[in-house]
């Protein structure tokens, strides 16, 4: 046995606790699980039942832990983890389940296969085996971490010449985008480009927030990686932070992984030193609209608006009615997709699949299912809460012509505001080909 | 000692093999660890698992076992008759007792269960993704478990089956922990921390409020 496969045994063996015995025991292997998977939905083969996916952690499991396997291995399929089975194992969780769960909401026995998903993931990113891009992006964040001087000068340079933009906007001289603000009560954690940042910007102002810009951004391909210890390491640089600056609320930005990850994991990896409220740019929205804090003109975007849940924030994260309310008061035409919010489709990006350039072809097929979804809705503006569902159906956009427009929550929010000028993507925005989209 | 003595005692064995070993792979699954869960409750962990065990099985609350209803309802059916039968057995001793309605609605819903089950496993070997993901031990489970409940229909009917019934029910109670049969147990685990993880999250049952 080579030195890998003893690290990727000794992975699962040390994750292998009450929830991924339960998963890797219960299956029973009925294949209703079958039309569950997105891959199965486009292109029908048992390799892309998620029970089958999941037989092939199951085979190296019962190998080592169950006795009549090791007695008569044929019987239950047994099989001694080698190299070649690694590295299938591997391809199998990274390029063919996104994590999505909807096998698990579909399954009679609840069997959680991604779970078993992570599981491969993390013993193949012990073993050396994950995808180079993942570790990569992972490490660089812990680097950028270690030593935010590096870019924080230019960084903050750049957010100035936002915040110009973002006076220009909302014709308010006094509108800010705060950095490091001692005390603030919520640190707003971006993704990577200004498209994250000024119309959050915009909202906060409006709601006269009181609030302060991460340098950081909430992204963290640890979580992809299932590497608990890069993913904490990522997670610590907007944890620290947020204890340095002493904000009560962490708000995040339109991002499922992210969302998903600081609500619900961050607080066990940093148990008694996280005392902060975690809440989705979304739900501040819904809050906002709710309280009346900013005004939206549920006549100001006239086209019909369809929403895609992102399953990290819908079926994973319990964000389902929030979002739809938030849209239901900024759209005048909003068109469900069937099916929608906990079974609703995943669209394919997720995972860290937008990532992986090698698995891009695969990507773009299995997200045929999404893409006939929205073709049905007749809509012409697609909303995603989330960066990485947002990039897949662009993709799918122009690889199935669909001819429609992907847009984020808060742009719809912020064009609903009826500000004194449009934000720099929505100017004179053009749509689509045949029609013109006034701003107002 | 008579035949049928004999064939008691092994049933028995049977039954105390299965449980023992059931109990074992419970004791092995509970050594392991539960990680806490420390994040902010959304839901209610209760009625997600309560949901996960009641209104989650239903054959309408999944797209899965809507699709694919007769083939839900025909492992329902299956699976009703598996416990009735393991029921019929521990009652065997005073099946000469019962009612001939009951005895007769037991022949009944365990020739159903035979039925069905001989279907799945007829299934798993015509249907292209059954056969695909289907095991050699996914074969012998259910045919151990069609022909036993048949064979518990025909000893209901007919005594002289008595004695093949309670071989058979040795062989399926001592083989229930040791191959896929072990679902059984798993099935709790599995609904409890599905309704655990969805309940927390307020994703099953869903509030359709905006908090």
């Not at chain 1, 299932?226 to 390491?233: G, I, M, P």
């Not at chain 2, 070993?21 to 997600?48: M, Q, V």
């Not at chain 2, 019962?98 to 249907?127: C, D, K, Y």
Request: hydrophobic share 45%.
């Amino acid at each position: 046995m080579t030195e890998t496969i003893q690290i990727a045994l000794k992975t699962l063996e040390a994750q292998l606790n009450q929830p991924l015995e339960t998963a890797l025991e219960a299956c029973a292997r009925c294949g209703l699980c079958a039309e569950a998977c997105h891959y199965y939905r486009a292109e029908p083969k048992v390799e892309h039942i998620p029970a089958y996916r999941a037989e092939q952690l199951r085979s190296v499991y019962r190998h080592e832990h169950d006795m009549l396997s090791r007695l008569f291995p044929v019987w239950t399929g047994a099989k001694q983890l080698d190299e070649p089975m690694l590295a299938n194992l591997t391809e199998i969780a990274f390029s063919q389940c996104t994590l999505c769960r909807r096998c698990t909401v579909n399954c009679p026995l609840g069997v959680d296969t991604p779970l078993m998903m992570r599981a491969i993931r993390a013993m193949a990113t012990a073993s050396g085996t994950a995808p180079e891009i993942l570790v990569m992006l992972a490490d660089a964040a812990i680097e950028k971490g270690k030593d935010p001087s590096f870019y924080k000068e230019m960084f903050l340079e750049q957010i100035k010449e936002m915040e110009e933009q973002l006076r220009d906007i909302t014709g308010d001289p006094t509108a800010t985008i705060p950095v490091e603000k001692q005390g603030a009560k919520i640190l707003y954690v971006p993704l990577a480009g200004a498209h994250t940042i000024l119309p959050p910007a915009v909202v906060f102002n409006a709601a006269k927030e009181d609030w302060t810009l991460s340098i950081f951004e909430a992204s963290n391909y640890g979580v992809f990686l299932a590497d608990v210890n890069r993913a904490k390491q990522v997670a610590k640089r907007i944890v620290d932070e947020a204890n340095r600056l002493g904000v009560k609320e962490i708000v995040i930005a339109e991002c499922g992984h992210a969302y998903a990850s600081y609500r619900w994991d961050v607080p066990n990896w940093f148990a008694g030193e996280f005392n902060f409220k975690v809440r989705s740019l979304i739900e501040v929205l819904a809050e906002y609209i709710q309280d009346g804090k900013i005004k939206v003109d549920p006549t100001a975007i006239p086209e019909a608006v369809t929403y895609h849940d992102s399953c990290n924030l819908a079926r994973n994260g319990g964000l389902i009615e929030e979002p739809r309310y938030v849209l239901k008061n900024v759209v005048s035409d909003f068109r469900e997709m069937t099916p929608n919010k906990a079974e609703a489709l995943c669209c394919g990006g997720g995972g860290g699949l937008v990532a992986l350039a090698e698995y891009a072809d695969r990507r773009i097929a299995a997200g045929k299912p999404k893409a006939d979804q929205i073709q049905k809705t007749g809509a012409r503006v697609v909303v995603a809460a989330c960066e990485n569902c947002r990039l897949q159906i662009g993709d799918i956009n122009e690889h199935y012509n669909l001819n429609v427009k992907i847009t984020a929550i808060t742009d719809l929010v912020v064009r609903a505001m009826r500000l004194p000028k449009p934000l720099p993507e929505q100017e004179a925005e053009v749509l689509f080909d045949d029609e013109k989209v006034t701003v107002a | 000692m008579t035949l049928l003595i004999l064939s008691q005692l092994l049933a028995l064995a049977g039954l105390l093999a299965g449980v023992y070993g059931i109990t074992i792979r419970y004791a092995e699954t509970k050594t392991r660890a539960l990680p806490a869960d420390k994040s902010p409750i959304k839901g209610n962990i209760s009625h997600g698992i309560a949901y996960a065990f009641t209104t989650g099985m239903m054959p309408w609350a999944k797209e899965s076992t809507r699709i694919h209803a007769i083939a839900y309802l025909r492992g329902i059916g299956f699976h009703v008759g598996i416990f009735t039968a393991l029921g019929a057995l521990l009652i065997s001793p005073f099946w000469g007792m019962l009612p001939s309605l009951l005895s007769s609605m037991l022949i009944w819903v365990l020739t159903l269960g035979a039925f069905l089950g001989a279907a799945g496993g007829i299934l798993r070997i015509v249907e292209h993704n059954l056969r695909g993901l289907s095991l050699p031990d996914d074969h012998f489970a259910v045919w151990l478990m069609t022909i036993w409940m048949a064979a518990a229909a025909l000893a209901l009917w007919n005594a002289g089956v008595l004695i093949p019934f309670y071989i058979l029910s040795a062989i399926t109670l001592a083989y229930i922990p040791l191959g896929k049969i072990r679902h059984c147990l798993y099935f709790f685990f599995s609904r409890a921390f599905f309704g655990k993880f969805f309940g927390r999250r307020a994703v099953f049952p869903h509030p359709e409020v905006v908090k």
